[in-house]
């Protein structure tokens, strides 16, 4: 069984005038006519309106929709994530993410979904905590590099072409050998990762890009992955 996460780089349903093309995608390698798919907005405490948003699209598309929220009374999450086919992780604050489902064991609970085949997405924060580190905005005046859930080995950055700091951030941690290399993600764009490792670049808007971000020759290198168009 092949165990698939797709990293979003940033838009899908979070963002405005959306067609929607990601996340069609990532229901459709769930190879169900009518997967389940839960939505964790745990990286904005649970923000009402992000779940709204949610529901507003997926409820469109043929699927089966649900979240789990940790700010209220909370459900039962082993018996629902499960259950899932789906899960999709959205942006906001990382490191509090991360805290929160430490503390109700969430994390080792998407380890085993994700081990036996539930597909893992997000974005921004959903994209970034699925790998060893990630480059995050959780603190209000730095960017830093933040431990994550290791399910993918290496350091991934979003936003990569949307937020001015982000490029010249790879360049000092990378120039300071503080990584080997980072994931870099475009907005509009999201890297599918096949059993640990990365298969395609799928672009869901025009000419966007994933990038291995290394240093050769002292020299910073972009090579982009092999490109799937939607």
């Known amino acids: 069984m092949k165990k698939n996460i797709i990293a979003i780089g940033g838009g899908g349903f979070g963002r405005s005038n959306s067609p929607y093309l990601i996340e069609k995608y990532i229901l459709n390698l769930s190879e169900k006519n009518c997967p389940k798919i839960c ?5 904005t405490g649970d923000d009402d309106s992000y779940i709204v948003r949610f ?9 089966i929709p649900s979240h789990i929220e940790f700010f209220k009374r909370t459900i039962d999450i082993h018996n629902h994530i499960m259950k899932q086919d789906v899960v999709f992780v959205g942006g906001g604050n990382t490191k509090s993410m991360l805290a ?6 969430l994390s080792t609970l998407l ?3 994700y081990n036996k085949g539930v597909i893992m997405s997000g974005v921004s924060a959903g994209a970034i905590c699925w790998f060893t580190n990630g480059i995050t905005d959780s603190w209000d005046n730095e960017l830093k590099t933040l ?10 950055c979003p936003h990569y072409d949307e937020e001015p700091e982000r490029i010249p951030y790879v360049k000092k941690i990378l120039l300071d050998r503080n990584i080997s290399n980072c994931i ?8 599918h990762l096949i059993d640990g490792k990365p298969f395609k670049n799928i672009s ?5 890009n994933t990038y291995n971000v290394f240093l050769k020759n002292k020299q910073i290198v972009e090579t982009p992955f092999e490109k799937i168009q939607l």
């Open 39 to 43: 939505f964790l907005p745990t990286a």
């Open 204 to 208: 869901f808007k025009k000419d966007k």
């Open 100 to 105: 929160v489902w430490n503390d109700w064991g």
């Open 184 to 191: 870099a993600i475009e907005g509009g764009s999201a890297i």
């Open 111 to 113: 380890n085993q979904a």
């Open 55 to 63: 529901y507003s699209i997926f409820t469109r598309l043929d699927c």
């Open 147 to 156: 431990p994550c859930l290791d399910f993918i080995k290496g350091t991934c």
